[in-house]
């Protein structure tokens, strides 16, 4: 089936061009706040959770009059952690988790102590996102949980600042609900899960005749060079005996070398940060790709199942697999 490549919903090339504005109302959710390994203690302005890895904070939305323009904003340096981490930022929905944001740190992302190298002019201070996310307009209401996690193992770890702006903008694209399906983002799932099946999930709908998108973010982790991090699989998607296939797959991530200061650097000038990857690039965000399922839904129970092809079985370093997925009713 084909995959829809309208990135225009999260609108990321304009993104740059609508921040501020004297009629923004702008909510800090994290402020310079730490993301760290062994440190378990709730802080004045945020709870602490899974060790110091996971950070929440409780706010209260505006109220949205009409439609609204939805902005994100991720700042990021690492405090001490000279490696690349998988990381997310999320609403908790029920039982389930909603990704607003997925990204990988850089190598030591904002560390000027390295020396410049490799046509690199300046180390950049910061990983600095935005992104927007009116398309989840239906998630912002009353006061909410926001969570933060970075997949860090050391301590100090990270820094991290979010901020989100609203604004009332008739052209923002906003939808009538959000349905949560899977998370695996954290459970280090392989090819013990893959090789049986994969991951299945159901949903009741009462359908209409809205339009049905469904949002799926994918990223392969971990191995050797014959890994799922570095090699091509199929991901395959069934929504009701319908199979959605992709292979998430980035090979941009050279362009991302002033947020990789500590990556490793091999002869002939090839850095570890530069490496294509299973969809994702140190340093920068993990897209979702967005398939439209109108016509593969039913009014009633619907099940979906997630899995990947020939996940690596030989390395003797773990491989795993990051999915999430939801589905967006306009």
């Known amino acids: 089936m084909k995959m829809i490549k309208i990135m225009f919903l999260i609108s990321l090339i304009s ?11 702008t909510i800090t959710v994290f402020n310079t706040s730490q993301i760290q390994f062994g440190d378990s203690v709730n802080k004045s302005d945020y709870m602490v959770f899974d060790k ?32 690349d981490r998988f990381g997310s930022v999320y609403i ?27 046509g690199v002019d300046a180390w950049d201070d910061e990983m600095n996102l935005k992104v927007d996310i009116s398309y989840l307009f239906p998630l912002f209401k009353d ?45 280090f799932l392989n090819y013990k899960i893959f090789n049986n099946g994969g991951v299945s999930d159901t949903l009741d709908l009462v359908k209409s ?3 049905y998108l469904m949002y799926y973010y994918s990223s392969g982790h971990g191995g050797d060079s014959a890994g799922d991090e570095f090699n091509m699989k199929e ?18 991530c050279r362009r991302f070398r002033s947020l990789n200061p500590t990556s490793a650097k091999w002869e002939g000038d090839l850095w570890s940060s530069d490496l294509s990857r299973s969809g994702w690039c140190p340093g920068d965000l993990s897209l979702p790709y967005v398939f439209n399922i109108t016509q593969n839904l039913s009014n009633g129970k619907n099940i979906f199942n997630f899995n990947i092809l020939n996940s690596d079985t030989t390395t003797e370093v773990l491989d795993y697999w990051n999915i999430s997925a939801f589905i967006v009713e306009y």
Not at 58 to 82: C, E, F, H, M, Y
């Open 92 to 118: 908790n929905s029920g039982t389930k988790k909603i990704e607003l944001i997925k990204f990988m740190t850089g190598f030591g992302v904002g560390n000027k102590s390295v020396p410049l190298t490799g």
């Open 15 to 25: 993104v740059s061009n609508v921040f501020p504005n004297e009629l923004d109302t």
């Open 209 to 211: 005749n809205s339009k």
């Open 143 to 187: 006061s909410i949980n926001i969570c933060a996690f970075i997949d860090t193992w050391v301590m100090p770890g990270w820094e991290l600042s979010f901020y989100l702006t609203f604004r009332s903008d008739i052209y923002a694209l906003n939808s009538k609900n959000i349905y949560p399906l899977v998370n695996t983002t954290g459970d």
């Open 235 to 252: 991901n395959i998607i069934t929504v009701s005996n319908t199979n959605f296939n992709l292979i998430p797959w980035r090979d941009d």
């Open 52 to 83: 110091g890895r996971i950070i929440s904070n409780l706010v209260k939305i505006p109220v949205l009059n009409g439609t609204t323009r939805i902005l994100a904003n991720l700042k990021i340096k690492s405090l001490g952690d000279k490696w």
